[in-house]
């Protein structure tokens, strides 16, 4: 079976501009959430949604924002990058209800010059 | 408030026992996590306890709980190359899939 996959694996943007993330989960997951990790440092919530509803989310500006489609994958949106910006953006998801175990992507490394 | 804290390196010889600690803040966490990370790669689940135990055994790897301390350790017997990677603990305090992870703990294993 396949994990979950994440795209694109790596991409660079120059501030100020606009970039999406894509995140598909393990089949039959109902629940993804967005992790940002900045180098050096463990891994912190975004976002968290079950069923195509918005679960959580953590302490991060308005520029970002998530959704998650019919079909369960998700994308993350983040408007207005800036050079703190640049990091590994993991997504996890669950099998069913949001506090099962979370399984990681490998994620998408943003460079933002 | 919440923080998750680790010692960030550790280094022993192949063959060698490993115990990477980390204390949590939260006794509300119902599940406490272990997740490995290779260079350049995402999180990989390796184990994971439940709060109402003490000790969790999974073939090479050993996870320790005392609650009273908020201390988790993870004990890896024989030690090999293939484990020379960033661990990180992880708890979820508030019990709804928003974990908090520590900085994580570079461990290198000499031949």
């Known amino acids: 079976d396949a994990g979950v996959t994440q795209s694109p694996t790596h991409l660079i943007k120059t501030r100020g501009q606009h970039v999406t993330l894509r995140c598909s989960p393990i089949s039959g997951h109902k629940s993804v959430s967005w992790y940002q990790q900045v180098l050096g440092q463990g891994p912190q919530f975004i976002f968290q949604?079950?069923?195509?509803?918005?679960?959580g989310r953590g302490n991060f500006p308005d520029r970002f924002s998530a959704r998650q489609f019919p079909n369960y994958s998700s994308e993350l949106n983040v408007n207005a990058l800036l050079l703190g910006d640049s990091a590994l953006y993991l997504c996890?998801?669950?099998?069913?209800?949001?506090?099962?175990?979370?399984?990681f992507g490998p994620g998408t490394r943003l460079t933002v010059l | 408030g919440e923080d998750v804290e680790q010692s960030l390196f550790l280094s022993v010889r192949e063959g060698d026992s490993s115990v990477i600690n980390c204390t949590y803040t939260?006794?509300?966490?119902?599940?406490l996590y272990w997740y490995k990370q290779e260079p350049g790669a995402g999180l990989q689940l390796l184990t994971y306890i439940f709060s109402n135990m003490d000790m969790k055994q999974d073939q090479r790897l050993t996870v320790l709980l005392n609650k009273k301390d908020k201390h988790l350790s993870l004990r890896i017997a024989d030690t090999q190359t293939g484990d020379s990677a960033i661990y990180f603990c992880a708890e979820d305090p508030s019990n709804t899939g928003k974990l908090i992870f520590g900085q994580g703990t570079t461990l290198q294993v000499k031949p």
């Open positions: 939260d006794s509300s966490s119902t599940y």
């Open positions: 949604y079950y069923e195509k509803e918005e679960r």
């Open positions: 996890a998801s669950t099998p069913a209800v949001v506090t099962d175990t979370q399984y």
